[in-house]
Every structure is written in C-alpha cells, then in structure tokens.
C-alpha cells in the first residue's frame, strides 16, 4: 500500500467532547476532496469518544499506558483507544518528556504497548534549545531513539515525529537547512539498528510552528513526510490550508 503523507494535528488540551465533534465535522467537509495526503485528528481522551472518521482520516490519542489493565489511576491503556477507533499514538511528545518527565524506559514500554494493539506509534524526538546550541542534537536524538525503539525489530508500523523543543509553539521554525540536515541524522542514526530501506523510507514528520505559510517549502525538504502541528491544528483554516499544501505538492510530485 502506498504511503501518504501525513497531516497530523496534536490538539493538546483543548476542545470539549462537542467542540472536537464539530471541528471534525468542518474540517472533513472542506476536504473532502482529498487523495493523497492521510489526516489525522489528535484530540483529548474525552473527545475520541464520540468521533468516528473514516479513510483518508484517522484517529489519534496523546498518550497511553502500556499496561493492559490496573491501578493506574488517570492512565488509559491501548485496549481502551482501540474501542475508540483509534489508529495512532503519540508517544513520547516533548511535553511528556519535559513537563511530565517521561523517561525513555516508559516511552519505550508505551512503543511496544501500542504496537502489540495494533496501532501506529508516533514516535517524538527532539532536542532542546542547549542541546543544539552545545552541539549535542545528534548524540540527544540517537539516545531518544535507541532508548525508545529499544526490542522494536522493523520500523514497519512506526511513524517517527521530529519535534524541536525551541520549535514548538514558540512561533520559531526550524530553517530548511535544519530540518533537511537532521531528518538526514535521524535516518543514519536508525541505521545503525535497522535495515538500510527501512531507515530510509520510515516516515518522519516535522513538527514546531508549521503553519500554512511555511508548510510547502517544509514539505518539500528531502526526507520529510509530513507534519505533527499544534497551534495551527486547532482551527479549520490553517490545519485544511497545510493538508492542502501537502496535497498539492503530492499532485506536483506524481
Ligand atoms: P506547534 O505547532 O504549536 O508549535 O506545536 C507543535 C507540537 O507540539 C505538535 O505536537
């Protein structure tokens, strides 16, 4: 099956159960024209509940446990996201990391959790501000990754997001050199666990600050598969503008 590319909106905590069913329901209509690009929507917990989409849309949760069941008082476990249609997990978003101190040991159980459901895991990396500035952004994305991937044997079912943590909703986007070079990194970096075609072709998203005026010189940089977007994903206009950005650039590339 061909691979699109993907729009991913991570909403965070934002909109109720009703104002994530009628923004689903604005937002597929103003795309209803659309082939090559997969869409999905990232709400809280407590919207998923009540949103059913359908191809080329999709369901993604914030978070999970990875336990199936237990005493995790305000955990939710993969079994739990499937009932709700969903297809996709973030794991491991910097606010998780950062503000939530995530280790990579628990990001790593969370991968695996989400695999052996059967859904996709999305997996973010990212390096902080002093971690670039120090020259350290290489060594802090191969620990991030071979922490998180740790047992994983085929990158196969797993979409890998490319977060800045200077980047996200700070309005402050990564240049094109930036991201060209470091999606570069990240696929030498699976290198050295996993196959040549597999590290080349797994899907790496860009996110921090996409919005619809930087979104096609975004997806057209080598090595970008699409966008895990916060701020611009919370309205209609800008989060259908991307889509159709990338949608456009798919048409010219075919
Ligand atoms: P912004 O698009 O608001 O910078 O957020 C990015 C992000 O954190 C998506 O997961």
Redesign the pocket.
């Known amino acids: 099956m061909e691979k699109y590319p993907i729009v991913a909106g991570?909403w965070?905590m934002h909109k109720t159960t009703t104002e994530g069913k009628s923004f689903v329901e604005e937002t597929i209509n103003m795309l209803l024209d659309i082939e090559k690009v997969t869409i999905i929507f990232g709400p809280p917990f407590t919207a998923l509940f009540d949103l059913d989409v359908k191809t080329p849309f999709f369901l993604g949760a914030q978070n999970c446990h990875w336990e199936s069941h237990g005493a995790f008082t305000g955990e939710i476990s993969t079994d739990m996201l499937v009932d709700c249609g969903v297809h996709y997990v973030?794991i491991g978003?910097?606010?998780r990391r950062h503000v939530f101190h995530e280790s990579d040991d628990w990001i790593n159980r969370k991968v695996h959790a989400v695999l052996n459901a059967g859904m996709t895991p999305i997996l973010?990396i990212g390096e902080k501000l002093e971690d670039r500035e120090s020259d350290n952004t290489q060594s802090v994305l191969s620990s991030q990754l071979i922490e998180g991937l740790k047992g994983i044997d085929s990158l196969e079912n797993i979409v890998l997001?490319y977060?800045p943590v200077w980047?996200?909703?700070?309005g402050i986007t990564a240049s094109v050199g930036q991201v060209n070079d470091t999606h570069n990194v990240i696929r030498q970096e699976l290198k050295v666990v996993f196959s040549d075609s597999e590290s080349e072709t797994v899907p790496i998203l860009y996110?921090?600050?996409?919005?619809p005026g930087n979104a096609t010189e975004l997806i057209s940089v080598d090595g970008v598969d699409g966008f895990?977007?916060?701020?611009?994903?919370l309205t209609s206009e800008p989060f259908t503008e991307i889509a159709r950005q990338v949608e456009q650039h798919m048409k010219e590339k075919s």
């Open positions: 991570n965070k973030i978003h910097s606010e973010c997001a977060e980047a996200i909703g700070t996110g921090g600050s996409v919005n895990l977007i916060g701020g611009a994903s």
